[in-house]
């Protein structure tokens, strides 16, 4: 194995039949091969040449390669210096349900192997750095995005256009905060969002987006940090604190801390008025 050449492979955190590949290869060569899953490759630099069934394309950096599930394919360098990617393998049944989602019917294919789409390219970077994010509800949120702009924009399949419903987002609105709010402490995802309004992982980040401008993962975050702040105020430690609002631990809220408040959540415990301090004070003064 070339020791200039990287490879990375990991599962999705939100999606455990969904692997995620990055690498940079200066003389690996694949032979033809297949997958059961489709293959969405984003090249991140240099440029990769792939056979394709009996296609031969060349993948610049800033394409994307689309490899339908069963199709035969290889891959080598396209350029001196060879080609950098991140890749995507969701599962057919993955794919199927997320165009039944949109409105489609059956399972989406992409007639090209080369997509060339800037939008795209960088919800798909997003979508891919973001799953290893230790925020499950982004990770989550970022990769729907970027698949549902895949197939609504580049899949052969027949959907329907999506209805836009502004009165109803503000009446689910208020269903989802009652459900953040009531469940802090635990795992939220979209899919139980969805569920408390009855409607697809879809309509909820748009409902988010068209109610308060924000995704649902920047909203549980905001809640989450003032439910920790509240704690913290009220005299508990930091890492009950960090657990009880619903964080991986403290580490998890201390970085969240410092991005969003410029401080420390112990900066933040220092310099308030917390509940036992308070009635030390009153003591004193009583």
């Not at 950098?84 to 989602?101: C, H």
């Not at 799953?131 to 990769?143: H, M, N, Q, V």
């Not at 657990?243 to 401080?263: E, K, P, V, W, Y």
Request: proline share 4%.
């Amino acid at each position: 194995m070339d020791a200039t050449e990287t490879r990375k492979y990991w599962r999705h955190p939100c999606f455990p039949d969904l692997g995620l590949f990055k690498a940079r290869f200066t003389q690996h060569r694949y032979q033809l091969h297949t997958h059961p899953t489709y293959v969405i490759a984003l090249i991140t630099a240099g440029c990769e040449r792939i056979r394709i069934g009996r296609r031969s394309v060349l993948a610049p950096a800033g394409s994307i390669a689309i490899v339908n599930p069963e199709e035969w394919h290889d891959g080598e360098q396209g350029a001196d210096g060879g080609w950098a990617y991140r890749t995507f393998y969701p599962s057919v049944p993955l794919m199927a349900g997320l165009a039944r989602e949109l409105g489609g019917d059956g399972d989406p294919v992409f007639s090209d192997a080369i997509i060339e789409d800037s939008d795209l390219a960088a919800a798909l970077a997003a979508a891919h750095e973001g799953s290893t994010s230790r925020d499950a509800t982004k990770a989550e949120a970022s990769l729907l995005v970027a698949l549902r702009h895949l197939i609504v924009r580049h899949g052969d399949w027949r959907g329907r256009t999506e209805a836009i419903e502004s009165s109803g987002s503000r009446q689910r609105f208020s269903l989802y905060e009652d459900l953040v709010e009531s469940e802090l402490g635990s795992q939220l995802d979209l899919q139980r969002l969805a569920d408390a309004a009855r409607v697809t992982r879809f309509q909820v980040i748009r409902d988010f987006k068209k109610a308060i401008g924000l995704t649902p993962a920047a909203y549980i975050r905001d809640r989450r940090l003032r439910r920790a702040s509240t704690l913290i105020e009220q005299g508990l430690g930091l890492a009950d604190a960090a657990i009880a609002a619903g964080f991986a631990d403290q580490s998890h809220l201390s970085r969240t801390f410092r991005a969003t408040r410029g401080m420390t959540p112990g900066m933040f415990r220092r310099g308030g008025w917390s509940a036992p301090k308070r009635r030390r004070l009153r003591a004193e003064i009583c």
